[in-house]
């Protein structure tokens, strides 16, 4: 029998009972393992062992049909599903008491909104069993007050607060947080304000979502969410097979369901690190955690109207993760400008995500940790160094790259990298008709206009040593900076033709 290469929901359901009954498995050898073990073609990647964990909730939920398949049932009425859950998950931030008739009847109106006419499902105790097993919600009843009280007083009680972080030593202790980014915006104060206004139109919006640890020894990887499931810039590729933790709807927001998978995936890493952690959160209406099956990871919400300085997140990691965005920006704006570009700032989505993704990885451990040191809710000293200049140095860059581009109104560095309009991350009540928007996402997104710069044409192995060719003899040895830049396009040119070298043996 030839191999295969996909696994079926039962082989699936295994991994999870195989990593259940061995904690210290890393998911490299229960890759190798589930390869072995039902004799596939190649063995399956990290990524794809890690999303099995994260639904192991869902593989324990199916019928013997089910898990004899390759692929979960598709749910028939995928939008309302999806608007339905995001509304019973928002129902749970407000603490409001939910009978299985009352989900029911939500499930109608909102059938009725969406058109669904002839199509739509009988409402029936069956169906509302499987859409909470689906989703992972418990009976439903009034939640009380439970734990209220405790949130309540936090604002009040900072003590409080601070016992409980001595609980844990500061690797152990994590802060997320979302940010809006207008990724095209124009540090010209005319041009800004009519590219935020017509946003809505060309969907230039991501949202991100950052995580790390209090001493700044982890950075999570950064989860983006999108307009589209597949932009055109992806050339039909998902954003996992790009290498992003990428998720999409409508508005481009953060939902209750993208951020359950987002903590069960937390969850599901600190498992295969065996590690117990504490997760700081800001209480918004998308970050709800009743009924998740959390081992590892336990969340601390602060309360809504907690300020912004006693997130980590808002006391300067988002800034610095902002400042490093913008100077790949106006640097690549002003090689555009050089070449006499018609629209300097206008730049696909795919070349965003990668400058976004190197600059996340820019920031230092030292940035972080001193961005939850000066939260206050430390009484532990998180790093003695102080980085203050190491951001200053990317201001004063910022400064000089707006200088250089011929701007009627610019802005300063401050209002370029805390835009109110950025601010205003969606963690307000969703109203219905923003989720059933929320529910659906294009497959492809329109670029405005069509003409959207896109990444330079795949160069050949020659043609890319010739260009660090020129670079190099371009380089006087006599300059420090010139020495350093010189070791660094050496290596390139070394990676470059390893990997020719590989690429020519398997041929």
């Known amino acids: 029998m030839k191999p295969s290469s996909s696994l079926s929901n039962d082989q699936k359901l295994k991994i999870c009972h195989h990593k259940a009954a061995n904690s210290s498995i890393k998911q490299s050898a229960l890759a190798n393992w589930a390869m072995q073990e039902f004799k596939l073609s190649k063995v399956p990647t990290q990524g794809t062992i890690s ?11 199916m019928d013997s049909t089910e898990l004899t398949s390759k692929r979960k049932r598709v749910v028939k009425h995928p939008e309302l599903d999806n608007v339905l859950a995001n509304w019973v998950l928002q129902c749970q931030a407000r ?4 009978s299985g008739d009352l989900i029911k009847e939500k499930a109608r109106q909102f059938a009725r909104q969406l058109e669904l006419g002839e199509r739509t499902p009988e409402f029936s105790n069956g169906w509302l069993a499987k859409f909470n097993i689906r989703h992972g919600f418990k009976a439903q009843k009034s939640y009380g007050e439970s734990g209220s009280t405790d949130l309540d007083a936090i604002d009040r009680n900072m003590p409080t607060i601070k016992e409980k972080l001595q609980r844990y030593s500061l ?7 979302e940010t809006r980014l207008f990724y095209r915006m124009a540090p010209d104060r005319t041009i800004a304000q009519r590219q935020i206004e017509g946003s809505k139109k ?22 983006i969410i999108g307009h589209a499931q597949r932009p055109r810039a992806f050339n039909r590729k998902s954003g996992e097979q790009l290498g992003f933790y990428y998720r999409s709807n409508a508005k481009a927001w953060m939902t209750g369901l993208i ?16 590690r117990k952690v504490l997760l700081l959160l800001y209480n918004a209406p998308s970050h709800v955690v009743r009924d998740l099956p959390l081992t590892n990871v336990q969340v601390f919400l602060f309360p809504a109207n907690t300020t912004s300085k006693i997130q980590p997140m808002d006391a300067g990691i988002i800034a610095a993760f902002k400042r490093r965005y913008r100077r790949f920006q106006l640097q690549d704006a002003i090689d555009r400008d050089e070449q006499q570009k018609a629209d300097i700032y206008k730049v696909d989505q795919l070349i965003v995500m990668k400058w976004a993704k190197a600059a996340w990885n820019d920031i230092s451990s030292k940035t972080i940790a001193n961005c939850f040191k000066h939260t206050g809710l430390f009484e532990r000293e998180t790093q003695k160094n102080e980085v203050g200049s190491e951001e200053q140095d990317i201001e004063n860059e910022l400064k000089d790259a707006i200088n250089q581009l011929s701007i009627s109104r610019p802005m300063s560095v401050h209002e370029l990298i805390n835009p109110e309009e950025e601010q205003q991350v969606a963690h307000e009540e969703i109203s219905d008709e923003d989720l059933i928007k929320l529910s659906s996402s294009q497959d492809q997104e329109e670029e405005e ?4 710069m896109a990444e330079n044409p795949p160069m050949s192995t020659k043609e890319k040593l010739n260009v660090l060719h020129s670079c190099i003899s371009f380089l006087d040895l006599s300059n420090p900076n010139h ?5 660094v ?13 590989k690429t020519n043996y398997f041929r």
Do not use: C
Request: hydrophobic share 40%; proline share 1%.
């Open 259 to 274: 951020f359950r998978e987002w903590l069960q995936k937390m969850d599901q890493q600190m498992q295969d690190a065996n």
């Open 202 to 223: 060309d969907k230039t919006r991501l949202t991100f979502v950052f995580a790390a640890n209090a001493d700044g020894s982890h950075k999570m990887e950064p989860l």
């Open 95 to 98: 603490r409001v008491a939910l």
């Open 449 to 452: 206009d069509g003409k959207v």
């Open 171 to 177: 690797q152990d202790i994590y802060n997320m947080d």
């Open 489 to 501: 396009l050496r290596n390139i040119q070394f990676e470059i033709r390893t990997i020719e070298k």
């Open 483 to 487: 020495v350093i830049a010189h070791k």
């Open 51 to 61: 999303n099995i964990l994260a639904k192991r909730q869902q593989y324990e939920s």
